[in-house]
């Protein structure tokens, strides 16, 4: 019996360790969970702004970021009708739903640095 247990939670582990590749993909590398987190609590901030806020982040990488988030429709990019033309990024609605996700990571990083560095 137990055989088929193990058969039939195959499929379902299988799922999940490819939904888990998909994310990690998708969000790897250093920076983009930064960006996001800036997004969703700044609202909506230009190139530089972000240059800013993302601290230690080159435009160049900063601009590959970007263009990645907003294939994967994570970000949206507006470019506003100024002298000089000006991008604004905003977090989109399922960008937002990233949100849950970001808090419990700085809450799981928090306590992680808690617990080895005593800080």
């Known amino acids: 019996m137990r055989k088929n247990a193990e058969i039939n939670a195959t499929p379902v582990c ?3 360790m490819q939904a888990i590749s998909d994310a990690m993909s998708l969000l790897s590398g ?7 987190g800036t997004l ?6 230009g190139f530089m702004d972000l240059l800013r806020e993302v601290n ?3 435009s160049k990488m900063l601009s590959k970021e ?3 988030l907003e294939m994967n429709k994570l970000i949206s990019r507006t470019v506003m009708n100024t002298k000089p033309i000006t991008v604004s990024y905003s977090i989109t609605e399922y960008g937002k739903t990233l949100s ?3 808090d419990e990571m700085a809450k799981w990083g928090i306590d992680y640095r808690k617990s080895v560095y005593g800080k």
Do not use: A, Y
Not at 40 to 45: A, K, P, R
């Open 14 to 16: 299988q799922v999940k």
């Open 30 to 36: 250093k920076w983009k969970f930064h960006i996001l």
């Open 40 to 45: 969703i609590e700044g609202s909506t901030l």
């Open 56 to 58: 230690g982040i080159g």
């Open 66 to 68: 970007l263009q990645d």
């Open 100 to 102: 849950p996700l970001i």
